[in-house]
């Protein structure tokens, strides 16, 4: 039991990250119809952000509350991000968006190769490691000497993720910009024939999954306090596999998913192998398209004629 309980709260936290991530690439697919197969790389790239920007505020500027400190990391993470979201999708996505299908999707995965080569380049090819950013532990049960624990990083994970997904679902549902999403979602032409600045909104999602990307970069970074160029890969696939799972296109469905592949990849870790915990996570999703080919949360596709 003790086992379980642990287990599920490392699992909820790591199904977190993912369900941040896998969110920008829902956001993404439900307006352009396209996977930003970039996407993890830029959850990388952030990661390392957030890590220089650590690191000079704590060794060069003195700043020793790590509160504050983690407020500009986050900040400044968020901003580069969105920054080179923003140009992947001038460069990559608006030039070919009216072409053949795979040419967007060609482009996108040369775009991940930039990324994940440039920073290989730049920072080298060994992981970088900081300092444990959050310290400490509440201990909520113990038996025959097994502390179930809940960290306290652990519990920022939840609470900003919490928050973020609060705020994302009043942008979407509440806002000017969350309607003209919603509208060039359904018809690009047609929200552009009623006003709708199409190429701004579609700036401004790649711009907002980017930013959602950050915070899962620095969460990630203050978890497992170590970040390598080739870590936008393997989170990256599984975000993607989250979004599926959940229903590419739907946000909730997203989240869930998320949350799926965090639980099942920490539980095949704890009973059985843990060197078979990514195949249990995609079986798993190749399981739920067999029988649900739109996911658990997504709706058919219906053909516009």
């Not at 993470?77 to 030039?95: C, D, G, H, K, Q």
């Not at 900081?130 to 025959?144: A, F, K, S, T």
Request: hydrophobic share 55%; aromatic share 12%; with cysteine.
């Amino acid at each position: 039991m003790e086992v379980f309980l642990q287990q599920l709260i490392n699992g909820v936290t790591l199904g977190s990250i993912y369900g941040l991530i896998a969110i920008g690439y829902t956001m993404v697919f439900g307006i352009i119809g396209m996977v930003n197969f970039a996407h993890g790389d830029v959850f990388m790239v952030s990661a390392f952000v957030a890590l220089i920007a650590f690191l000079v505020l704590t060794a060069w500027a003195g700043i020793s509350s790590i509160p504050i400190a983690l407020l500009i990391v986050l900040a400044a993470a968020m901003f580069f991000t969105s920054l080179v979201n923003w140009v992947i999708e001038r460069v990559a996505y608006r030039p070919l968006r009216g072409s053949f299908r795979l040419a967007p999707l060609i482009s996108a995965i040369g775009m991940s190769i930039l990324l994940s080569n440039f920073v290989q380049v730049t920072q080298g090819p060994r992981n970088k490691s900081i300092p444990p950013m959050v310290q400490g532990e509440i201990v909520l049960y113990r038996h025959n000497d097994y502390p179930v624990t809940l960290s306290y990083k652990q519990l920022i994970i939840w609470f900003v993720t919490a928050a973020l997904l609060v705020s994302f679902w009043y942008l979407v549902a509440r806002t000017k910009l969350g309607r003209a999403q919603r509208a060039c979602e359904q018809d690009q032409k047609m929200a552009a024939l009623l006003g709708v600045d199409v190429d701004r909104t579609i700036s401004m999602t790649f711009v907002i999954a980017a930013a959602l990307a950050a915070v899962a970069g620095t969460m990630y970074l203050m978890y497992y306090g170590v970040v390598s160029f080739s870590d936008g890969f393997v989170p990256g696939v599984k975000a993607f596999t989250a979004a599926v799972l959940g229903g590419i296109g739907s946000l909730p469905g997203a989240v869930v998913g998320g949350l799926l592949i965090g639980l099942i990849e920490t539980f095949w870790s704890a009973y059985f192998s843990i060197d078979y915990k990514d195949v249990a996570a995609f079986s798993v999703l190749a399981i739920t398209l067999i029988f649900l080919p739109q996911g658990l949360f997504g709706r058919p596709d219906v053909e516009k004629v």
